[in-house]
Every structure is written in C-alpha cells, then in structure tokens.
C-alpha cells in the first residue's frame, strides 16, 4: 500500500514542472520543420536516378559527403550554442537564422534542369547540399538542446517529446506522396510530349517546402523562453599555440594521419574506380596522400588552438557516461536499419511489385500511390504511437518500454516478406484508370491500390512502434544524461549533446545513403532495365529491405538491456543538482553582500 503511494507521489508532475499547452505547441512546430527536409530530401534525392539519369552509386555518394560535413559541423554549433551569450539567450538566435537560411537553400538545391550535363547537375546539386546542412545544423541542434531544458521532470521530457513527434509525421503523411506528386501530368507535364515531369514537379515543391521549414522553424526562436539564458559567462580560454601544438602527443598525430589518409583514398577510389584508367591510379594515389598530409595538418593545426581544444575535449567528455553511448549506438542501429530498408522499399514497389505493369511510367505512377498510402498510414499510427508512449513509458519505465515497442517492429518487418504480393496481369483494370486524369481517376486508382495491397499496409502499425518509441524515449532519456552531466561537471551542455547524439543519426545517414547506393548496385540492379530487372535482383532488394532492420532490431535489444537507468536515480540526481544550484546562489548573494559591505566601508573612510 505505502509502495504504491509512493509511485503514484512520483508519476505526479509539480506545477512549475508542467510545460503549458502552447510551448509544446511552438516546440512541435519546430519538430514539424526539423522532418519536414528529412522526409522530403529523402525522397526526392531518387530524382537525380528516375528524373536526371545519374548512376546510383554516384548519388549514394552525393548524399555521402553532406552528410559528413553536417556531423562534422554538429558539435561546433553545440559547442558554440552552449557557450554563446546573447540578450536573446544561447539558443534562439541560432534557430531564427537557421530556419531562414535551410529553408531558402532547400529551395534553391532542387532547381535542377534536363538540358543540364548530369556532371553539371551532380556538381549543383552536391555543393547546395552541402551548404543546407551547414544552415540547416545551425538551427536543428540549438532546437533540439532547447527541448532539453524546457522541463527538468521525468516523465515530463518524455511528454515533451510526444508531442515533437506527433508534429513531426505531418511531412511523413504527406512526402511518401512525392512520386504520386512529381509524376502526376495535370500538375507537372512537358510542353513538348505532354508527358508527366517529375524534375519540373521537383523544383517547385522544394519551394514549398523551403517555405515550411522557415515559417514552422522560426516559431520556437520568437515564443519559447530559455531557461538557462542568464547563465555566466564561460571563462574565455586563452594560450600559446605553440605551447598547444607541443602538447600533442605523437601517437595522436600519427592516429590522425593514418585515419584522414584513410578516408581520403576510400573516397578518391570509390569515385574513380569506373571512370578513369588503370595507368592513372598511381597520380591519383600520390594526391590522395598529399591530400591526406593536408587534412592531417589542418586538424593538428586546429587542435594546437585551445578554443577547439577545449570543444574536443567537452565532446570527449560526453562518452565517459556509458549511457549515452548506449544511447547512440542504439539509435545508430535502429534508425539506420529502418532507413535502409526505407532505401530498398521504394525499388522493390517500382520493380517486383508493379513488375507487371505495361510501361515504366504506369509502374512508376502506381508504385507512387503505394507509396503513398503506405508512408499516409505508417504516419498515422506512429502518431496514436507516439500519443501512447509516454502512458506506457510510466507504466514500464523507458527502459522496458522498449522490450514491447522494438518486438513489435520486428513482427512488422517480417511481415513485409508476404506484403509484397505481384497481383496485376497485364491487363488490369489499375492501368487503364491510372491512364486517366483528374481527381476521380487518381482517386479511384489508390482504393484499387490499397484493397489490392492490404497485406503491406498491415505491417504499418507494427513496424512504426519502433521508430515511434526510439525518438520519442531516447531524446527523453538524452535530457535525463545532461542532468547527470551536471552532477559531474558542473555545466549545461545540452548543445554538445544534442550535436554528438545527432552526429551519431547524422553518420548513419551518410552510411546509410553510402551502403543503399552501393547495395542497390550489387543486387546488380540495372536502370535502363526498368521493369524488367533480373529475378535475382529482386529477390536480394527484398532480402535486405526485410533482413537488415530485423538484425539491427535484434541488435538493439541486447545492448538496451545493459541499460541501468530509473526514475528513482533521475530524480536523486535532480535532487542533488536543485542542492547544489540553491548553495551556489547562496553562495553569489554572500559574495555579493561581502562586496557592498566592502565598497560601504571604503566610501565611509
């Protein structure tokens, strides 16, 4: 009995804990323009294969590089967003200006042209991506640490969340859409054939999009208060460089050599391997480890300068708490695995599903409306999902929470071997309605679709409790990390926390986009086969769309066991922390006192 009331004293959230309606409200906005480039991009990056004609490989590794420059550039906003002090507070000016410039860049990347080289294209397309991410870093990681401290309650953070999340499938129910959208020939058609345009259907749903992420992104920086805007101001870090440079340990630099030069020729071969000639590998292999020299002197160079010293060393210490490594390397698994079977899904619908559509573009048309109905109703329960988690997250703690949510993805991963179902003859009646145009007509081909598919679009509700709890509990329990970091340093530093659990998702992605173009390219998938791909090739799409999120999944599970968090040990922290912060302002009011009386007794002498 007295157990139970204690339990119920704790899933009690105190009045100054509560975050009101409408901060959550402002707080999901900005969620909802955080996703809105990442469902987006994720989709309509397939234009550079479908619409333009680049290899896969090529575009695997246009989204490669990006991906790398934004986590490289993760935990300098971190750092730089912790650290800042502004009468606007640390994080806010960042999200303003952030939001504005991504959701302009965004615009601008997919203004691609047909009468472009695809060289020309690659190059346009490659280098404005680069530059969104930078801009886009610049607002996500600041909003993501401003999540961090808007509560410092358990359960509270994990409501917080909810609420990002279920903002955050408003893109996801409308961009598994794209292909129905850039293909459709009433809304984008060439003049000249009167045939559907998806580049043209590109260009100017980036606008729109573009739109979305500065009105939605700049909500948070104008309406949400920060809760640790008045903090002192960080010690300014001064040194001799040379003294710094000094300092470094050979070990390290050799490290550091063998790791850029590394990279550096994996990159170059990767790149060249198919367009350049044997005889041309030695030059090549003398300009990478030229270009490995250089790299290598320009870390070294910034480690020797105590300002990025002190950033290193501030990230270094965010993986001495075991935790949180846990943290990342389970959202590594688990997202990464979900979005390379996203990878796969897309040419699996295309190729095996509609395999027997009478033309390409019928295939393309109706494999766009499969999409979309299956990503409209994936996004719909994860938002019931999402709604759930926190009442189960107090029932079972995080922790176990997952022990119910990740099994059940698995269960719709596997599911999707027997959704996929080939059903149309070549003469169905699906082709001759996706023929025509109008409302009625596309319409009437998705109910023909979804009654047809009913199979896949049963994996959804399984397969989202996964992803749905993984966003929804960890960034909750990243919160309950920072507050432990408190404990031990002494700082907030939900900026670098937020930037180095980011670069852990951002790496993925890169990896990801990396693995899935390669991949695709070793099923021996052949674009200018269309529909009429080898029986192997689908076979392995479909293993590794099924196979690869199941193994993650697994994965995850065993190490999430290693977990030793609690409510109990949060809120000994919090208490310990609520000590220390009320003998600290005791301490500053003392000082204070001790300097009046000072300054009154030297203007009385």
């Known amino acids: 009995m007295e157990q139970s009331a204690v339990k119920a004293k704790r899933n009690v959230i105190s009045p100054e804990d509560r975050i009101p309606v409408l901060q959550k409200f402002v707080y999901g906005m900005g969620a909802l323009a955080n996703d809105s480039q990442a469902a987006w991009l994720g989709q309509m990056v397939a234009i550079l294969i479908l619409g333009l004609g680049i290899k896969p490989y090529l575009v695997g ?118 292909w129905a959208i850039l293909y459709n020939k009433s809304w984008f058609s060439d003049p000249k054939t009167g045939a559907a345009d998806p580049v043209l259907g590109a260009r100017v749903v980036a606008i729109i999009i573009g739109a979305v992420i500065v009105f939605a992104g700049v909500l948070p920086a104008i309406f949400i208060k920060e809760h640790f805007a008045n903090l002192p101001k960080p010690k300014k870090i001064t040194g001799e460089f040379i003294k710094h440079l000094k300092a470094n340990k050979p070990k390290f630099i050799a490290k550091s050599f063998a790791v850029f030069c590394t ?63 846990k943290i990342c390397a389970v959202t590594f698994l688990i997202f990464n695995g979900f ?22 573009e019928l295939a393309y048309s109706a494999g766009g409306k499969l999409l979309g109905i299956f990503g409209t109703f994936s996004a719909i329960c994860t938002v019931f999902v999402v709604s759930i988690i926190p009442w189960l997250s107090r029932k079972l703690g995080k922790k176990n929470a997952f022990f119910v949510t990740i099994p059940l993805s698995i269960i719709g991963f596997s599911m999707k071997w027997i959704g996929y179902n080939q059903i149309h003859p070549a003469k ?6 996706l023929s025509g145009t109008g409302f009625g007509s596309f319409i009437k081909a998705c109910l023909i679709i979804a009654r047809e598919h009913y199979l896949l679009l049963a994996c959804a509700p399984f397969i989202v409790f996964g992803l749905g709890s993984l966003f929804t509990i960890i960034l909750s329990m990243v919160a309950d990390v920072c507050d432990v970091d408190e404990l031990e340093t002494g700082q907030r530093r939900e900026g670098v926390f937020s930037a180095v659990y980011w670069w852990m ?95 009154r007794r030297q203007g009385n002498e």
């Open 61 to 178: 590794l246009i989204g490669f590089v990006p991906r790398i420059f934004d986590a490289v550039l993760d935990p300098i906003i971190g750092y730089t967003s912790d650290n800042a002090r502004t009468k606007y507070g640390r994080r806010r000016p960042f999200i303003f200006w952030g939001a504005i410039t991504a959701g302009i860049l965004y615009a601008l990347m997919f203004q691609l042209y047909r009468g472009h080289s695809n060289t020309f294209n690659g190059w346009y397309f490659l280098i404005l991506q680069i530059i969104f991410f930078g801009a886009f870093t610049c607002y996500s990681i600041p909003w993501i640490a401003l999540g961090y401290e808007m509560t410092p309650d358990y359960h509270e953070r994990t409501s917080l969340q909810s609420w990002a999340r279920a903002f955050a499938q408003v893109p996801w129910l409308i961009a598994p859409w794209c």
């Open 428 to 433: 169905s009646q699906l082709w001759a309605v």
């Open 505 to 599: 998702v951002k790496l993925g992605l890169a990896v990801s986009g990396l693995l899935g173009g390669a991949m695709l390219s070793w099923t021996g998938f052949r674009q200018e086969l269309g529909i009429a791909q080898a029986a192997s090739t689908l076979l392995w799409m479909r293993i590794l769309d099924v196979g690869i999120p199941i193994v993650t999944s697994i994965i995850a599970i065993f190490i999430i066991m290693t977990f030793k968090t609690s409510e109990a040990k949060a809120r000994e922290v919090r208490v310990k922390i609520e000590r220390r912060r009320e003998e600290r302002r005791r301490e500053q009011i003392r000082v204070e006192e001790d300097r009046r009386r000072r300054e």
């Open 263 to 325: 990279i550096s020729f994996g990159f170059s071969f990767y790149v060249n391997w198919a367009q350049y000639p044997w005889y041309s590998l030695p030059v090549r292999i003398v300009a990478v480890v030229l270009g490995g020299i250089l790299l290598t002197g320009i870390f070294i160079f910034l480690y020797a300068i105590p300002v990025i010293k002190k950033m290193f060393d501030n990230i270094a210490l965010t993986f001495k708490i075991k935790t949180f490594v």
């Open 339 to 360: 979005m390379l079977s996203s990878t796969f899904i897309l040419w699996v619908i295309f190729f095996y599903v509609f395999k027997n559509a009478p033309s390409n």
